[in-house]
T-cell receptor, first 111, second 118 residues
Framework: DQQVKQNSPSLSVQEGRISILNCDYT??????FLWYKKYPAEGPTFLIS?????DKNEDGRFTVFLNKSAKHLSLHIVPSQPGDSAVYFC??????????FGQGTELSVKP | EAGVAQSPRYKIIEKRQSVAFWCNPI?????LYWYQQILGQGPKLLIQ????????DSQLPKDRFSAERLKGVDSTLKIQPAKLEDSAVYLC????????????????FGEGSWLTVV
């Protein structure tokens, strides 16, 4: 029973264009949503987050959108750069700080 | 600021052998997590400590996995005996607090310990 799903295992985007990564969740009680980025042979690093009381949070080239009625989370990267190529995990936070991760989407940004 | 330290980075063992992984969290972080990441999947929480007490170990296979954080700082995760399906990256992470706004609850991960069971 997967509570967090990333249905696209991979995404390829041209440099300078927009990258859109999607995530769906099942439980409307989740209060905090996060995106982590992972390079090969490294641990995940925190990228951006959003509280359930908001529908958008922006940090430079990264914007996270939350659609609570659809239980859908998305990450927009504009403009995409080759250094953005990595695996992106969405995660939801339960009470007590526990994170549940999606399966990840591998983003490839081509020059 | 030093990050989360883990060792060893890589380990290959035969099934039924034992292995131990060590983690030193970011200084001052009260909460420590061990996650298991199998290839092609997202990290899955095995155990969460708050200081030296266990908060959540509901997904830890207790017949073969054990973890401790005796002095509330560094931690050890042990697998005995190992099975083929234990091949994964074992990620240690820490956070200042467990909840709240801002960065105090942000979870920081180490580089991981890669285990291959043959």
């Amino acid at each position: 029973d997967q509570q967090v799903k990333q249905n696209s295992p991979s995404l390829s985007v041209q440099e300078g264009r927009i990258s859109i990564l999607n995530c769906d969740y099942t439980n409307s009680m989740f209060d905090y949503f996060l995106w982590y980025k992972k390079y090969p042979a490294e641990g995940p690093t925190f990228l951006i987050s959003i509280s359930s009381i908001k529908d958008k949070n922006e940090d430079g080239r990264f914007t996270v959108f939350l659609n609570k009625s659809a239980k859908h989370l998305s990450l927009h990267i504009v403009p995409s750069q080759p250094g953005d190529s990595a695996v992106y995990f969405c995660a939801v936070r339960l009470g007590g700080g526990k994170l549940i991760f999606g399966q990840g989407t591998e983003l490839s940004v081509k020059p | 600021e030093a990050g989360v330290a883990q060792s060893p980075r890589y380990k290959i063992i035969e099934k039924r052998q034992s292995v131990a992984f060590w983690c030193n969290p970011i200084s001052g972080h009260a909460t420590l997590y061990w996650y298991q990441q199998i290839l092609g999947q997202g990290p899955k929480l095995l155990i969460q400590f708050q200081n030296n007490g266990v908060v959540d170990d509901s997904q830890l296979p207790k017949d073969r996995f054990s973890a401790e954080r005796l002095k509330g700082v560094d931690s050890t995760l042990k697998i005995q005996p190992a099975k083929l399906e234990d091949s994964a990256v074992y990620l240690c992470a820490s956070s200042l607090e467990v909840s709240g706004q801002g960065n105090r609850h942000t979870i920081y991960f180490g580089e991981g310990s890669w285990l291959t069971v043959v």
